[in-house]
């Protein structure tokens, strides 16, 4: 339990809080000590700060990391955004990629305790990416497992200073049970650099609408069980129609084998019956392909504001057309004058 403000800690959960609270992982040689410092100047007695590749398990330095918990309660965590990973950091996952903010969410989502919750910032290529199977499958663990309550999405720029342009999101998620919606917050249509930072005043609409998951101009929900019922439902017929030509692929199949056997043997209507075969297996991948591609865009969790009023160009073709028409005759004439002037200056 929180103490009030004035409440006095009891000695021994402040001793808890000092020592063995707050545990952490870091790679980089020059920020691990500055990390080490951060803490201790903040009260943390002893800094459980393990030092090494967290995704392959090389460790550099784990003294101050003995009898770290197996799961968290909480994490917080700011992941490299970009990173890549050779196999042997990929061998310990489910889905395997290069990329190691997909590898760290894996990650994240096996430390935290049933109940437990998650901070976390990822770069967007996260959300929208459905190309790659463990993008894919990482995003249907994430719902699957856990209740991604809520993404925010920051302008672009945030983390220029610390060398990454990408646009980037904060997730919010509990471990537990499966998504059933999800509240998106939107920050990106604001400016920043180094003279216009992104302060805690920007958020001060966010934290008033976030217990309620209110909806505003800024913030939306969706309903994230519903699009993967309607996927589910859309990629039925293609699911059906790949079943059905696989069947008749094995049908087709048998064909040819009674064909070969046949004495005299027709070549044309082993080849004509082989051809058949290869034209139904491949409608069946390409039935499986568009199912496939149906159920996976329902992890394109790209926070797209709804209530963002666009600057569509509403003029028709023909509209268009004159205007290129018109540009073009004022075009030829300040040519023409030119033309005149330098005739008239020779």
Not at 2 to 12: E, F, I, L, N, T
Not at 57 to 86: C, H, M, R, S, W
Not at 150 to 166: E, N, Y
Request: glycine share 8%.
């Amino acid at each position: 339990m929180r103490p009030k403000a004035g409440q006095k800690v009891p000695a021994g959960d402040l001793e808890f809080l000092k020592q063995r609270t707050f545990w952490g992982r870091e790679k980089e040689d020059l920020i691990y000590p500055i990390g080490l410092a951060n803490l201790i100047l903040h009260g943390i007695d002893r800094p459980n700060v393990w030092h090494g590749n967290a995704l392959t398990g090389q460790e550099d330095y784990g003294g101050l990391f003995t009898d770290a918990p197996a799961q968290f309660d909480v994490i917080l965590t700011n992941p490299p955004f970009g990173g890549k990973e050779g196999v042997s950091a990929q061998t310990g996952f489910d889905y395997r990629t290069s990329a190691t903010q997909v590898l760290f969410l894996q990650k994240f989502i096996r430390e935290l305790k049933h109940g437990g919750r998650c901070g976390v910032v990822l770069d967007e290529g996260v959300l929208f990416r459905t190309n790659e199977e463990a993008f894919v499958k990482t995003k249907k663990k994430l719902t699957d497992d856990c209740d991604l309550w809520c993404v925010l999405s920051l302008p672009g720029g945030v983390f220029s200073a610390a060398g990454a342009g990408v646009k980037t999101n904060l997730l919010f998620f509990t471990k537990g049970k499966p998504i059933e919606t999800v509240w998106y917050y939107d920050l990106s249509d604001l400016k920043v650099g180094k003279k216009t930072p992104l302060t805690l005043d920007k958020f001060r609409d966010f934290f008033e609408r976030l217990p309620a998951r209110e909806v505003s101009e800024r913030s939306w929900v969706v309903d994230l069980a519903a699009r993967k019922e309607q996927a589910r439902a859309e990629a039925r017929p293609f699911r059906e129609l790949a079943r059905a030509k696989a069947e008749d692929a094995e049908a087709a199949k048998c064909s040819v084998g009674e064909l070969r056997k046949a004495r005299p043997r027709d070549e044309a209507a082993v080849e004509a019956a082989e051809g058949r075969v290869k034209d139904l297996l491949k409608a069946s991948r390409d039935a499986t392909a568009k199912a496939e591609a149906v159920e996976n865009a329902v992890y394109d969790l790209k926070a797209v504001n709804p209530n963002r009023k666009g600057n569509d160009d509403k003029r028709t073709p023909g509209e268009l057309l004159d205007l290129i028409e018109a540009k073009g005759v004022e075009i030829g004439a300040a040519l023409a004058e030119l033309r005149r002037h330098r005739s008239a200056s020779q």
